[in-house]
C-alpha cells in the first residue's frame, strides 16, 4: 500500500470520526442541521468540499445523493 493510500483511508476514518461528532439536531421549521458546525466543518475539509455541500449531500430529503467521484481526497 502506498503512502498516498494509507494518508486517504486516514483521511476518510477522520471524516467519518468528526461526522459522528458533529451529529444532528432539527434546527428553525425541524430542518436537520449539524448540532456541532466546527465538527462538520473538519469532516468537510478532509473529504475536500465546503460544509455547505457536506450538508445538502447529508441532509438532502430524497435520501439519494452521493458526492461526486471527482471529489478529490486533500
Known sequence: MSEE???AI???LAAIYHLG???A???QNNKPQFARPAAAL???QLMGI???ELARQIF???GSST???STSMR
Do not use: H, N, P
Open 10 to 12: 486516514c483521511y476518510v
Open 25 to 27: 439536531v432539527k434546527g
Open 60 to 62: 438532502a430529503s430524497g
Open 5 to 7: 493510500e494509507k494518508r
Open 50 to 52: 465546503t460544509q455547505e
Open 67 to 69: 458526492l461526486s467521484r
Open 42 to 44: 473538519k469532516a468537510s
Open 21 to 23: 461528532v458533529a451529529g
